[in-house]
């Protein structure tokens, strides 16, 4: 572990470095999209309402808009470095876009990490049977279950189980976080984790109750990515010599499996990584179904008002989690693979 | 070999799937296609059940408030909110277009009808018990004049000054006289609002409101908003002492909402096809509003094939509005022949008088003189856009489509631009032929007329109509006291319109509310205005 230590750190700053070029890219294409898509955040919001002309070439003018187009960039930018996410161009206006990403994000957060807890869960156990009882009836089916599961359309499949369980058997919610005139004391933004720090109980289980569909629809249909990839990797791992061996010498069934798992979870843990990272840019379709107030909504919304800098700010906060997480799972990787060196 | 069967496995694995899939198809149809009646504990049939009335309702929406701050509102639902937590020096009667003192219990207008004086009521109140007075009136309408916000030219257009002559009288010195000037005081951006609010800026996020008969309890933007009685209101009480308003994203979620009793109320945007089944399922209750919405087919009469007037006034002979409203929107409509709605003053159904309806007969012959025939159509392409008013919109295109081309001699093909896309392209002039709606600013003959048809101000409607005759008398109606001299002007108006075409209108909107059992007291409003001080339910005790 010692020989790792130096290696690793300098592994981390240069692909904190890498970050840099990556968002500078990410930003000036999501920037000359934006100017060169159709409309601007005034018209958005005005539409087609009466307003004078002179009023209307106000609003543009404090919106930015007749900036030049580079001056828009470089400030911007500039805004970025000082980690300044600028402030809303309409609908309100002048609201920092860091306030609402603040707001928004422990929703998303809550809800990718529950989906995610459930989709690697259900993936890992059908995953590990499959590969266990492979050949087997319940293989296949397991496998046909990953496939149908990985296609569902995520809006037809949450609202089947929004008439299911909230319309027709009356037990959950069909959306929203909590229900109104609950009251919790916002710690985290996390309403589950604020209840139970605040030992509000019944706050816990309404806001777990409205927790439960979306994370469900989420987590079965992202499992079915995970039953194959690990069902494969297992089963290359059980006819390998090293299993073989372990046969020979009389361990048990379970220890078995149990190291066998270990190994088949290595590619795995990188589907993970990859999945969580682009579940926290806001699991669009499930937010708009089950109208989660998080990132993914926040984001649908700002697009219909042309709001550049809410745009840019959510996309660049975006590819900055989604290369810390990618960093993170790196970091795992290199801890539990021991051919990993730097 | 499988379960002793000599059958292969790749059948059984086969047959397993078509079932499940099957399963699914069946949940699907039964479950989802029809809602479910509220379940309710049958009472008892001796005794009659005791009833309360609820502390608090439910109110689901799939708008959005922008800023709770009438200096910078410009939006239909920001409107409602804001006319329920402030109220004006006049308003609305709830249920009829008649307009009543509101904060100021009488007001005088002088000869000229430029200085109009207003007497407040006494001992009124904000919220939170800071005394409101004349005052307070005057900062509020200077603060919307200095911020300049979307909605200020309600106020700049018509007022030159406002004074506070003492606590009790405010005096408005008007630009030019102005036969409609109430209508436009009843509206938010003349609301008084508490002190707190920032004084040169715009306060999207204040809740401190105003005089109204509730005050905002809590607001949790794109979530909800939670009204409770303002106990400082002059007026009477308001029958529910709690309104919860709860946003949703689209008709969908609003519905599933609805049936699971998670809202008492859906307001205005379900989709006309699921409001027509909660028509015919028991425990709920449909209330129709006429709507003084209008929608209408708008003609670039800058760009050819439309710069040619005679094409312009076949394309209105041909449609059938009573078609659209039946196979498009489900009924949700009422045939418009005018742009004035129904019901207002002055409203003339020219259109009517001067083509009628699928008048085929006449729409081929205006094309033929336009040198059009079977071999040389007339080829258009008809603009919509898919959700800003309703997924119905792709139905109207359609049938509109098939009317015109059902005369032999017209070629549509159908276009469709997201909102902010479809905007720009209307004013940068760029569509021919396209649909579009219209809400009030303010109720009156002026706001349907003006903003379409004067030329200084159509900008915003890519029409490019501009009639120097039209222009002085729209001029003229506007600073003419008289309603029965105005009412004339309007004809005169409404008669060019129908000559030039520039607009087609289509239908008036019918809104609709559903609402569970037990909800009463909703007045319709034909400002749209949904004011929830009337509304209460009834619960088993």
């Known amino acids: 572990m010692v020989s790792k230590v130096p290696g690793l750190v300098r592994y981390i700053v240069v692909r904190g470095l890498m970050v840099i070029p990556t968002i500078l890219v990410l930003y000036t294409f999501v920037f000359l999209i934006l100017r060169v898509l159709p409309g601007d955040p005034v018209l958005a919001v005005i539409g087609t309402r009466y307003i004078p002309p002179e009023q209307l070439e106000r609003l543009r003018e404090l919106a930015g808009l007749n900036k030049p187009l580079y001056e828009q960039y470089l400030s911007y930018l500039l805004g970025i470095l000082r980690f300044d996410f600028g402030v809303t161009l309409v609908a309100p206006q002048g609201v920092p876009v860091w306030d609402y990403i603040k707001l928004r994000f422990p929703a998303t957060l809550e809800l990718t990490v529950a989906a995610f807890l459930i989709s690697v869960i259900i993936g890992i156990i059908t995953g590990i049977l499959s590969a266990y009882f492979r050949g087997t009836i319940l293989d296949e089916s397991l496998r046909i279950y990953s496939v149908l599961a990985y296609t569902l359309f995520i809006p037809w499949f949450g609202m089947i189980l929004q008439y299911i369980f909230g319309v027709k058997l009356q037990l959950l919610p069909t959306g929203g976080r909590i229900s109104p005139g609950v009251h919790l004391e916002s710690i985290t933004g996390l309403y589950t984790v604020d209840s139970i720090v605040t030992l509000n109980l019944s706050a816990f289980i309404d806001s777990l109750k409205h927790l439960l569909l979306p994370s469900l629809t989420l987590g079965i249909v992202l499992s079915g990515a995970y039953t194959r990839l690990v069902r494969n990797n297992m089963i290359d791992v059980l006819v390998s010599e090293f299993v073989r061996s372990y046969k020979a010498r009389g361990i048990r069934e379970w220890k078995i499996a149990l190291y066998s798992f270990k190994n088949a979870f290595i590619p795995t843990v990188t589907l993970m990584g990859l999945q969580f990272a682009i579940l926290l840019g806001g699991a669009i379709l499930t937010e708009t179904t089950f109208n989660w107030p998080g990132m993914g909504t926040f984001i649908v919304d700002r697009i219909e008002y042309r709001d550049y800098n809410s745009i840019q700010g959510a996309i660049i906060f975006f590819a900055l989690m989604v290369g810390l997480v990618s960093l993170i799972v790196d970091m795992v990787y290199a801890l539990i693979d021991p051919r990993v060196r730097y | ?541």
């Open chain 2, 1 to 541: 070999m499988v379960l002793g069967l000599a059958v292969s496995r790749p059948i059984v694995v086969g047959v397993a799937v078509i079932v499940l899939i099957l399963l699914l198809l069946g949940v699907y149809y039964f479950y989802v296609r029809a809602p479910t009646a509220p379940t309710t504990t049958p009472t008892p049939t001796t005794s009659p059940p005791l009833v309360k009335r609820a502390e608090q309702i439910i109110v689901g929406v799939t708008d959005k408030v922008t800023d709770l701050d009438p200096a910078n509102a410009y939006d239909f639902f920001t409107w409602e909110v804001l006319s329920n937590v402030m109220e004006g020096l006049v308003k609305y009667e709830p249920g009829t277009l008649n307009i009543i003192p509101g904060l100021a219990e009488r007001w005088e207008v002088s000869g000229d009808g430029r200085v109009w004086t207003f007497y407040l009521r006494s001992n009124l109140k904000f919220a939170d018990g800071t005394p409101l007075t004349a005052r307070d009136v005057v900062r509020s309408i200077e603060r919307v004049m200095k911020i300049n916000g979307d909605p200020a030219w309600l106020v700049t257009e018509f007022v030159d000054k406002v004074e506070a002559k003492d606590d009790r009288t405010v005096v408005f010195y008007l630009k030019n006289p102005v036969g409609y000037f109430l209508a436009v005081l009843a509206t938010p951006p003349y609301f008084p609002v508490h002190p707190s609010y920032k004084p040169d800026a715009v306060d999207s996020d204040q809740t401190a409101g105003g005089a109204g008969p509730y005050r905002i309890a809590r607001f949790i933007r794109d979530v909800e908003i939670i009204l409770e009685e303002n106990p400082y209101y002059y007026g009477p009480k308001p029958e529910t002492k709690r309104v919860v308003i709860r946003f949703y994203r689209d008709a969908t979620g609003l519905r599933l909402a609805l049936e699971r009793g998670e809202i008492d109320i859906a307001w205005r945007t379900l989709l006309p096809q699921d409001v027509e089944v909660f028509r015919k399922t028991p425990g709920y209750k449909v209330i129709e509003v006429p709507g003084t919405f209008i929608r209408y087919v708008v003609l670039n009469t800058k760009m050819p094939p439309f710069d040619n007037k005679v094409v312009r006034q076949a394309i209105a002979a041909v449609l059938d509005r009573s078609d659209i409203i039946n196979r498009a929107i489900f009924g949700s409509g009422t045939p418009l022949y005018s742009l004035i709605p129904i019901g207002m003053m002055g409203h003339l159904d020219v259109f009517k008088d001067r083509y009628g309806d699928k008048n085929i007969e006449l729409a081929r012959n205006l094309l033929r003189q336009a040198g059009y025939s079977e071999t040389n159509k007339l080829k258009i392409e008809l603009w919509y856009t898919p959700t800003h008013y309703g997924d119905t919109e792709i139905y109207i295109a359609t049938v509109i489509k098939e009317q015109l081309e059902a005369t032999g001699l017209i070629s549509v093909e159908l276009k469709s631009a997201e909102w902010a896309t479809y905007v720009q392209f209307i004013r940068e002039g760029r569509l021919g032929i396209y649909l579009l709606g219209w809400y009030p600013d303010y109720l009156d003959p002026d706001n349907y007329m003006y903003p379409f048809l004067h030329s200084k101000a159509n900008k915003w409607a890519g029409s490019g109509y501009a009639n120097t005759e039209m222009d002085r008398i729209l001029e003229e109606a506007q600073i003419t006291v008289d309603m029965s001299k105005r009412e004339k002007l309007y004809e005169q108006a409404q008669k060019i319109l129908a000559e030039d075409v520039p607009y087609i209108p289509l239908f008036q909107g019918k809104l609709y509310i559903v609402v569970r059992e037990g909800v009463t007291g909703i007045k319709p409003s034909p400002t749209m205005l949904f004011f929830y001080s009337t509304v209460y339910k009834e619960v088993k005790a």
